[in-house]
């Protein structure tokens, strides 16, 4: 069996569109996944994190107990779009042998539109895997293109989370796993990575 690498995108993903997780209180979460688009009252001035990793996205949420993350958005965006984020983005920490020096990271972090966070993979338990899921933020124009360009759909899964949870709660983790969506390595090109990790 092939070792998992430290650093891979893993993502639900089809020919043009890549899945992404969110979580929000109802009010702004139950409106998005009604109309298919972010409420008035969702805050484009703030930096949004997406995460392609649905248990992660457990991880994050609580599967959904969490207060202010009881719904669980997954919302399908353009490949084009997350790609541009990608090629956009800075590591969000410095790291030596990958940035020049650290104040060229620095300013180059203030400048980027998007930014990149490699996390502890999760499992069922949520426990922490030996390899990483990538946490991808938007701030600015990132935003805005997200919001208003990159986005195709909107699903709520607070349920099917919480399926799974019950599933986890009762010890049957074969029954849990297969309701998890489907997540194979993104087949992202070493170009598109290679400024992401070491």
């Given at each position: 069996?092939?070792?998992?690498?430290?650093?891979?995108?893993?993502?639900?993903?089809?020919?043009?569109?890549?899945?992404?997780?969110?979580?929000?209180?109802?009010?702004?979460?139950?409106?998005?996944?009604?109309?298919?688009?972010?409420?008035?009252?969702?805050?484009?001035?703030?930096?949004?994190?997406?995460?392609?990793?649905?248990?992660?996205?457990?991880?994050?949420?609580?599967?959904?107990?969490?207060?202010?993350?009881?719904?669980?958005?997954?919302?399908?965006?353009?490949r084009d779009g997350f790609e541009w984020a990608?090629?956009?983005?800075?590591?969000?920490?410095?790291?030596?042998?990958?940035?020049?020096?650290?104040?060229?990271?620095?300013?180059?972090?203030?400048?980027?539109?998007?930014?990149?966070?490699?996390?502890?993979?999760?499992?069922?338990?949520?426990?922490?895997?030996?390899?990483?899921?990538?946490?991808?933020?938007?701030?600015?124009?990132?935003?805005?293109?997200?919001?208003?360009?990159?986005?195709?759909?909107?699903?709520?899964?607070?349920?099917?989370?919480?399926?799974?949870?019950?599933?986890?709660?009762?010890?049957?983790?074969?029954?849990?796993?297969?309701?998890?969506?489907?997540?194979?390595?993104?087949?992202?090109?070493?170009?598109?990575?290679?400024?992401?990790?070491?």
């Amino acid at each position: 069996m092939e070792e998992e690498p430290r650093h891979r995108i893993r993502a639900h993903y089809a020919a043009d569109t890549i899945t992404v997780y969110q979580a929000y209180r109802p009010e702004i979460g139950l409106a998005a996944a009604h109309d298919g688009r972010f409420p008035d009252s969702w805050q484009r001035d703030r930096m949004t994190w997406v995460k392609p990793s649905f248990l992660w996205m457990m991880y994050r949420c609580g599967w959904a107990t969490k207060e202010g993350q009881e719904t669980v958005l997954a919302i399908e965006v353009t490949r084009d779009g997350f790609e541009w984020a990608l090629r956009h983005a800075c590591l969000s920490h410095y790291e030596h042998g990958l940035h020049d020096d650290r104040s060229s990271w620095q300013r180059t972090l203030k400048r980027a539109p998007t930014r990149v966070q490699w996390d502890p993979e999760r499992d069922l338990h949520l426990q922490p895997l030996p390899h990483r899921s990538l946490q991808l933020g938007l701030a600015g124009e990132a935003v805005r293109l997200f919001a208003d360009k990159w986005t195709v759909s909107i699903r709520d899964v607070t349920p099917l989370a919480r399926e799974i949870h019950a599933r986890v709660v009762e010890g049957d983790l074969h029954a849990a796993a297969r309701r998890l969506p489907p997540e194979r390595p993104y087949p992202a090109s070493e170009e598109l990575l290679a400024h992401l990790r070491r």
